[in-house]
């Protein structure tokens, strides 16, 4: 185009790339090294932290790509599509050219970090799927079973902001969508590009308790599978060994 | 529907004007049906009877019963049709009807088949264009139509008050009445009923297979023929969402994109620009995406508006906006387009001249639509000459010659009883 955009206004250079995460008492767990991870490939951070009781919000402050930091005094954790949104918009506020919806115990394979530009510099799609890899019980292993396969399928978590485009999240209480659904209708890429979750590679203390939360929060299954909850406590579950892709295997 | 029937009738004695003055009674109507007298649909069949009760009714049918006037083919010339309606039943009937140049034209087409011929299409498109009220059984060809044109009027049976004011508007236009408070009425009642309905599915266990999130489409879009942009907004978003979540294909194109016009009636020139930006897809629409930002940042916002709309199909509001400026060559090159797309090919040619036509199949295009405008006018060896000359040596480009053929042999069978044309 003329002003040097790309398809319909769509910026093909230069782009912003924003990380927007939601947070509550993560600081004894993954926090910094996810912060301190994607300082080292994205341009900004946006953080809502859900009235956290630890020192969440202080480590969160403290990187310098953090550019925006809001702090909810009650929780809600009881309305997830309502948090969702939250972040959302906190986000828009930064005006963003690419937001990336992390979780605080996700990180970016080498591989993938090294292709995120070649991907948002373009004007084809305006959205990218990877593959979300559970981690289980440490961070050497994955699991995969009938009910541990979502690496299987693609999952958006990198999206073009479009600004005054129609933005809506399903107002599920848990297990919300992290991008706004309306998102689906715009072209997008599909990728084999892998993100490593640890929510699940600490010990099995740790995982008891999800469980029991999850049990406590969702104990009809109206949000989740109940199947999916009580894999959780499987004893000797399929676990696989990563193996660090670099770009000699493509 | 008391109170409706009570205003109409109170109007009409009241503020209608007659446009032309002669004795209702001797004015003859004439039906050209859509595959004899009986292949005329029973709800508008015994409507024309009851007609026939207190009118000249004539039908170019071998099959309709007395006091009904059977006319042939050959007859056609000797009614006098400055003083004659014509009710036209199917577009096939357009090269025949239109250069009668009848006092009334009502076209009561049945709804387009699923795959309609490209040739029925351009018929249907033509007829319109030239009818003096348009009349169908069909919603979305009813919201097509008023996207182009005024005197549209839908009646398709599942609403009585709806059917009421298709009715009503035939019956004042052959009487030689407008019927734009009808077509207001009308489009209001439609909205209303429409949320009624969607008000009864919302709650409804299965609304995806009711169709809820398409009729949350229609309301939407009769919000906006009755000017209320943000309401209409609202219920487009809910709808385009509702799509998605169920699945939905090409949801920014079919859906999505209709907020770029809702924008522009709200007055938000830059939003709409962006909107369909975002809608686009393929060549084409990236171009039109582009044209549209340079024309907007080079301030030629009439032109900006005349295209969004075009783009969303509102034919009628582009040409509005276009016709006071056609002295402009790019506005007078978008509107003979949009002249084209409405079917009213004779202003379409009076702004255009062929020699303009770049290459030599626009040449041969724009020859086939004067053909086409001359065959419309009555001016049939003159018609054929044309499409002749269009064709030259080239068989494909013989495609008028072969459409004038088509249309009257199917004309001739539409007359016949007992026998579906097509």
């Known amino acids: ?250 | 529907m008391v109170i409706v029937l009570f205003f109409i009738r109170s109007y009409k004695n009241q503020k209608m004007k007659r446009m032309v003055n002669a004795p209702m009674a001797a004015e003859p109507i004439v039906v050209f049906p859509s595959g004899g007298w009986h292949g005329i649909p029973p709800g508008q069949r015994s409507w024309l009877e009851e007609f026939a009760r207190k009118r000249r009714l004539l039908a170019v049918a071998d099959d309709a019963p007395a006091p009904i006037e059977q006319l042939s083919l050959e007859q056609l010339s000797s009614v006098e049709w400055t003083s004659a309606s014509a009710i036209v039943m199917h577009p096939a009937w357009v090269h025949i009807a239109v250069p009668l140049k009848p006092r009334c034209l009502i076209a009561m087409l049945p709804p387009p088949e699923q795959a309609e011929e490209a040739l029925w299409t351009k018929c249907r498109t033509w007829l319109c264009a030239y009818a003096t009220l348009v009349v169908t059984g069909s919603e979305a060809f009813y919201l097509e139509q008023s996207f182009r044109r005024g005197s549209v009027f839908l009646m398709d049976g599942l609403d009585e008050t709806s059917d009421l004011f298709a009715r009503q508007a035939a019956e004042w236009h052959i009487d030689g009445f407008e019927s734009d408070t009808l077509i207001r009425l009308q489009q209001r009642h439609r909205a209303n009923w429409r949320n009624e309905l969607l008000q009864k599915q919302e709650h409804a266990a299965d609304a995806a297979a009711n169709g809820y999130a398409d009729g949350l489409f229609y309301h939407s879009v009769y919000r906006y023929l009755i000017g209320e942009a943000e309401y209409s907004r609202k219920l487009l978003l809910i709808s385009f969402e509702q799509m998605l979540l169920e699945g939905r294909g090409n949801t920014l194109q079919n859906v999505y994109r209709f907020l770029s016009a809702i924008e522009l009636e709200l007055g938000h020139l830059q939003d709409a620009v962006r909107t369909y930006g975002y809608t686009a897809g393929g060549d084409a629409e990236w171009r039109y995406a582009e044209q549209l930002t340079k024309w907007l940042a080079g301030g030629k916002r009439e032109l900006v508006k005349a295209q969004l709309y075009r783009l969303n199909d509102d034919y009628r509001k582009a040409a509005a906006l276009l016709e006071p400026v056609a002295d402009d060559p790019e506005a007078r090159t978008l509107l003979i387009e949009i002249y084209i797309q409405m079917g009213r090919l004779h202003s379409a040619l009076t702004l255009g001249e062929a020699e303009h036509r770049q290459s030599a199949g626009d040449r041969r295009q724009w020859q086939h639509l004067q053909g086409t405008a001359l065959l419309l006018e009555g001016k049939r060896h003159e018609a054929i000459h044309c499409f002749l000359s269009a064709g030259e040596n080239r068989q494909e480009d013989l495609n008028g010659m072969i459409e004038l053929a088509v249309m009257d042999e199917v004309a001739r069978e539409l007359t016949r009883g007992n026998k579906e044309a097509n």
Do not use: C
């Open chain 1, 1 to 250: 185009m003329a002003n040097g955009l790309g398809k319909g206004g769509r910026k093909k250079t230069g782009n912003k790339l924003t990380a927007m995460m939601q947070v509550r008492n993560e600081a004894g767990r993954y926090l910094e090294a996810v912060l301190a991870d994607l300082s080292g490939f994205v341009d900004e951070i946006v953080i809502v932290d859900d009235a956290s009781t630890d020192d969440t919000p202080e480590l969160a402050a403290s990187f310098e790509k953090v550019v925006k930091l809001v702090r909810n005094k009650e929780s809600l954790f009881h309305k997830e599509w309502l948090l969702r949104e939250q972040l959302w918009r906190a986000a828009e506020e930064t005006s963003p050219d690419w937001l990336l919806a992390v979780d605080a115990d996700e990180f970016y394979e080498e591989y993938t970090k090294g292709t995120l530009r070649e991907l948002i510099n373009q004007d084809e799609y305006d959205t990218v799927s990877f593959r979300m890899y559970d981690f289980w019980d440490s961070v050497t292993h994955y699991r995969e079973d009938e009910w541990w396969n979502l690496h299987q399928r693609p999952m958006m978590t990198l999206v073009r902001y479009l600004p005054g485009y129609h933005y809506a999240y399903p107002k599920r209480a848990h297990h919300a969508t992290r991008l706004p659904f309306t998102y689906s209708a715009f072209p997008g890429l599909d990728t084999e590009l892998r993100i490593k979750h640890f929510g699940w590679a600490g010990s099995a203390e740790e995982r008891r308790a999800k469980y029991d939360r999850y049990m406590k929060l969702d104990p009809l299954g109206q949000w989740g599978n109940l199947g999916h909850y009580a894999s959780i406590l499987e004893p000797n579950p399929r676990l696989i060994r990563w193996q660090e892709r670099d770009r000699h295997d493509e």
